[in-house]
Nanobody, 126 residues
Framework: QVQLVESGGGLVQPGGSLKLSCKTSGFMMKNYGIGWFRQAPRKEREGVSLISNNFGDSKYYAESVKGRFTIARDNGRNTVYLQMNKLKPEDTGVYYC??????????????????WGQGTQVIVSS
């Protein structure tokens, strides 16, 4: 079955850390860029990060998470990770991973992704 499944969300205090996982199946993950998006309550979904295909030589981050979040991939485990440090209340939301289309031109446009996971909830609160 072709799918992506996120895990690792939860409740964390401001300043804390979480590591999200995106487990893929049903396709050759190595051939695809994988991105992370998030949607906060009453806000539109926004791009958080992207790691390029193959060995992930190119990585992109939203300005709001640069220096705090790190994306990585393990092709042998068909999994992409998002390490989130120094979390802030504004990082609260549902986090989704998605498979980037071949030939996509932007890293954070939703239409550039053709397969999405169901999301995992992250709540940053004291």
């Amino acid at each position: 079955q072709v799918q992506l499944v996120e895990s690792g969300g939860g409740l964390v205090q401001p300043g804390g850390s979480l590591k999200l996982s995106c487990k893929t199946s049903g396709f050759m993950m190595k051939n695809y860029g994988i991105g992370w998006f998030r949607q906060a309550p009453r806000k539109e979904r926004e791009g958080v990060s992207l790691i390029s295909n193959n060995f992930g030589d190119s990585k992109y981050y939203a300005e709001s998470v640069k220096g705090r979040f790190t994306i990585a991939r393990d092709n042998g485990r068909n999994t992409v990770y998002l390490q989130m440090n120094k979390l802030k209340p504004e990082d609260t939301g549902v986090y989704y991973c998605a498979r980037r289309r071949w030939g996509a031109r932007t890293w954070n446009g939703e239409s550039e992704y053709d397969l999405w996971g169901q999301g995992t909830q992250v709540i940053v609160s004291s």
